[in-house]
């Protein structure tokens, strides 16, 4: 289905999606795309902004991908508003919206349920089974406390380039290492497509823009400033030499966060380009890396009962 006598195009089906792609660049226009899952922000609208820098048509795709999350994950509360996302592209001067329903064949179980969230598939032998890994980057960081993440984000992303056919692709640096496994996917699979990674859109107080920041209790956005306090701390220590030894300056963040009850995944300081480990600041470039669980607002929830809350992560 698509609605394209509206202003802004938005296309349900890969179809009509890849149709309207080709139309476009038959007309010798560049074609850029701005993966998202929605809810968006003024991040999301930056990475728009960039695109359009970058290409003559500019397509959006906002689809919160099952194959990402694990079944003890925020799937199902994820925060979702596709009706103002659309508004707000349009205002951003988008030029096309990509909003499947699914883009994986999930055929029911014995039990009737079908889903494509890690953990939570039918097994039915009919059902989407090709995945795409990019093996090393992936460990890391979020592949840590999230080993299928990077799996489903790349397999994701791979759909969206084969139905975008996109020149161009932006993403957030908020999300450094998901930048980076794209653009090494990208680059071992031989994509026709041009990478760009953004930096990170910060709210006036520091706050890493993020649409899981709606799920933070009042508390807990509060608190959640000592990541980018920390970071900016991080910065200033090693430049100013109070701080030498990578270990050190782990060490010291972490405790500013759980200090103000944070639930740390990861403080790490990691090379910037293969994510390995560096055992001095001067193995450059160097990037901080972190990662942590606030409580969300919503603690009935299953995501809040299991201890977590929203996550807020960055890097500098
Ligand atoms: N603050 C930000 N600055 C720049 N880019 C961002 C920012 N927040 C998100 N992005 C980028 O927008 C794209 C879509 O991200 P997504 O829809 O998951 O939003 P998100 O805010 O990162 O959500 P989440 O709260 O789940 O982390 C990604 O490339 C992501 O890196
Ligand atoms: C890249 C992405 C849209 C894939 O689902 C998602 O991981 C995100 O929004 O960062
Ligand atoms: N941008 C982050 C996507 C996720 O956490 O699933």
């Not at 929605?38 to 500019?58: C, I, P, Q, R």
């Not at 889903?115 to 990019?134: D, K, W």
Request: a negative charge.
């Amino acid at each position: 289905m698509s609605t394209e006598d509206q202003e802004l195009p938005v296309f349900t089906t890969a179809a009509d999606m890849r149709a309207w792609v080709r139309k476009q660049k038959k007309s010798g226009r560049k074609v850029a795309l701005v993966p998202t899952m929605g809810y968006l922000h003024e991040g999301h609208l930056s990475l728009v902004k960039a695109a359009k820098e970058k290409a003559d048509v500019v397509v959006a795709s906002i689809y919160v991908n099952p194959t990402q999350f694990a079944a003890h994950e925020d799937f199902d509360v994820y925060p979702r508003n596709p009706a103002e996302d659309r508004d707000k592209l349009a205002a951003a001067g988008c030029h096309a919206v990509f909003e499947p329903d699914s883009l994986y064949v999930s055929v029911p179980g014995a039990d009737g349920e079908s889903s494509n969230v890690v953990g939570r598939e039918s097994g039915h032998p009919g059902s989407h089974e090709t995945f795409v890994t990019v093996e090393r980057l992936q460990r890391p960081l979020c592949g840590g406390s999230r080993p299928h993440f990077f799996r489903g984000v790349c397999t994701v992303v791979t759909k969206l380039f084969h139905i975008c056919e996109p020149d161009v692709a932006v993403f957030g640096r908020k999300d450094y290492q998901q930048w980076r496994v794209i653009c090494r996917m990208v680059r071992d699979l031989d994509f026709p497509v041009e990478v760009v990674g953004m930096p990170i859109c910060r709210e006036p107080d520091g706050l890493a823009m993020s649409s899981r920041n709606a799920r933070l209790s009042p508390e807990s956005r509060e608190r959640a400033l000592c990541i980018s306090r920390g970071l900016a701390w991080a910065e200033k220590a090693v430049a100013e030499g109070a701080v030498s030894e990578p270990a050190d300056v782990a060490a010291q963040l972490r405790g500013r966060i759980e200090e103000a009850g944070g639930t740390v995944d990861y403080v790490e300081l990691l090379h910037a380009h293969h994510l390995s480990p560096i055992s001095d600041l001067t193995s450059q470039p160097v990037l901080l890396a972190v990662a942590a669980h606030f409580p969300a607002r919503d603690r009935g929830t299953t995501h809040a009962a299991n201890g977590h809350g929203s996550k807020n992560s960055q890097s500098v």
